[in-house]
């Protein structure tokens, strides 16, 4: 990372989940499936589900106000608000544009990003820019995701995912403080091992996409681990070297959470013991782009990181999408 006017510091959490679950053990009534292979394998045992009337952007306004309220702001101090979502309200406009309305925060310019499971990692990095430059001084980053709305609940991999939403409030810190590296990368090749085939302009909605079932979501899970585990441990050693830091120095890894097998592998590679690694599989599933903001706030709420802690996030997604960084936590 370029040497910046200023540092960026995350000033305060939120998250939320929707109250429905639905647990392992539910889902083999209605698909063909084990509960202890999905927690074996997974380290999944149930996952929050959205309402009918639940959008993305619901999950999004509700941990965003969370996030405003502990970083000790008010919306109107919200100068930019960015949402990483690959399961958007709509098509147009962005869910960030909702998001700002439904909070009232009409002092913000609003957008979002796309980068799947990478998406609030990609984020933090944007957003950070535009505090590190002097731009804006408070913006808000939400990583949020209804994966339940384009999942075919026929089909055995309806038990990676669940919905949820964290949120973070960045802005401007000092010297000793804040991000000090990102890493991001991508790889476009790898474009089909995970993918919604239609709904876009390469193959618009019909008759025939919607029969097929072609709106929900593909993946191949051995080119997810496979590719998670290559790139994931190149681009946290690459930001360890920008900080002049060692695996040593990290107090916890604040990660996406494919699986729990990605996970281990990784920590393994990079000699970072597994009780470091921060997960909430268990509870949550997959939460695509609302995955880091939530462990990272419940971490956060729960007092295990104090003041001068490094912290390591680390993300792997569709596109291919993969980046880490690093902060020094005030």
């Not at 709106?215 to 790139?231: E, L, P, R, S, W």
């Amino acid at each position: 990372m370029s040497k910046l006017v200023r540092r960026a510091k995350i000033k305060g959490t939120g998250s939320y989940t929707p109250d429905k679950i639905y647990t392992n053990e539910f889902l083999e009534t209605i698909v063909d499936t084990k509960s202890d292979w999905i927690y074996k394998n997974l380290g999944i045992k149930e996952r929050h589900i959205a309402a009918d009337d639940e959008a993305t952007s619901d999950l999004a306004a509700k941990a965003g106000l969370k996030a405003i309220e502990a970083a000790g702001l008010t919306v109107d101090d919200i100068e930019l608000i960015v949402v990483a979502t690959s399961t958007p309200d709509r098509l147009a406009p962005s869910t960030a544009c909702i998001v700002q309305d439904k909070i009232k925060a009409y002092n913000a310019v609003a957008f979002d990003i796309s980068a799947v499971c990478s998406g609030f990692l990609y984020g933090m990095s944007v957003v950070s820019q535009f505090v590190a430059s002097g731009v804006y001084n408070n913006v808000l980053i939400i990583g949020a995701d209804t994966f339940s709305k384009i999942t075919d609940w026929t089909r055995r991999d309806c038990v990676f995912f669940g919905d949820g939403a964290g949120a973070a409030v960045i802005s401007n810190a000092n010297d000793s403080e804040g991000f000090l590296a990102f890493k991001l990368g991508s790889d476009g090749s790898g474009k089909d091992n995970f993918t919604i085939p239609a709904g876009g302009s390469q193959t618009p909605t019909s008759k025939k996409t919607l029969e097929e079932g072609l709106h929900y979501f593909q993946m191949n899970g051995k080119a997810v681990f496979d590719t998670a585990t290559k790139v994931l441990p190149m681009v946290i050693n690459d930001v360890l070297e920008q900080s002049n830091l060692s695996i040593n120095d990290i107090k916890y890894m604040i990660p996406h959470q494919p699986s729990i097998g990605i996970l281990k592998k990784t920590a393994d590679i990079i000699g970072l013991p597994f009780e470091k690694v921060m997960t909430n599989m268990d509870k949550y599933a997959n939460t695509s782009g609302g995955t880091i903001p939530i462990v990272l706030d419940e971490t956060i709420r729960s007092g295990k990181v104090k003041s001068g802690d490094y912290l390591l996030f680390a993300a792997v997604g569709s596109g291919w999408t993969y980046g880490a960084a690093i902060i020094k936590w005030i």
